[in-house]
């Protein structure tokens, strides 16, 4: 790492390769909401699965901004698809607070990175978003997947699932943390991680 601690070409190489690999998680892990009871499920798996790779992210990510701009990055995909706009906001806003909680390790600490993860993991939770405040979210989701999914799901999607989400996703984060943490041993003691 440099003195000056800028994001040079290999960070931004590091970003684009584990934003690419964490992309195809989601969006394998998303094919699963096509069944509706799966849909909040979602928060569990995602944060999980993507765990591990997000653990060997974080023995490459040593600067100040790689977080963010990865959890940037993964909430504009997202938006791009469909009408999740907050992920944008959750992507940078837990990004970067997962990078201010790496920062103030050094980049050393490996419980740390658990929590970093259980941290970044909540920009998931603006997936669920749209379905609470977006008032046509239902109707234009009945245009392509039919009434009695959108009725399955609403019915599934109550008010109050969405901050149970909201500490799902951190949980499980910290849990694909662990885990991540468990298969990744060799490569924090080669990062110098303790």
Excluded at 19 to 27: K, M, Q
Excluded at 90 to 110: E, I, N, P, R, W
Aim: glycine share 12%; proline share 5%; hydrophobic share 55%.
């Amino acid at each position: 790492m440099k003195k000056d601690g800028r994001l040079q070409g290999k960070d931004f190489i590091n970003i684009g390769i584990f934003t690419a690999i964490y992309f195809v998680i989601v969006f394998a892990v998303a094919c699963l909401g096509f069944i509706p009871i799966m849909m909040p499920f979602l928060a569990v798996f995602v944060p999980l699965i993507a765990g591990v790779p997000f653990m060997l992210y974080l023995t490459k990510a040593r600067k100040f901004g790689m977080l963010t701009i990865m959890g940037m990055i993964l909430g504009i995909i997202m938006m791009l698809m469909g009408p999740n706009w907050p992920t944008v906001i959750t992507g940078t806003v837990f990004g970067l607070l997962a990078d201010l909680l790496m920062k103030s390790s050094g980049y050393q600490s490996v419980s740390k990175s658990v929590l970093a993860n259980g941290i970044f993991s909540c920009w998931v939770w603006g997936q669920f978003i749209p379905m609470y405040i977006n008032t046509n979210y239902y109707d234009n989701l009945a245009t392509g997947y039919g009434q009695e999914y959108t009725q399955t799901l609403q019915g599934y999607m109550q008010p109050w699932v969405l901050p149970v989400l909201l500490v799902v996703c951190f949980v499980f984060g910290l849990l694909g943390g662990l885990l991540g943490k468990a298969i990744l041993r060799k490569h924090f003691l080669k990062a110098g991680m303790a």
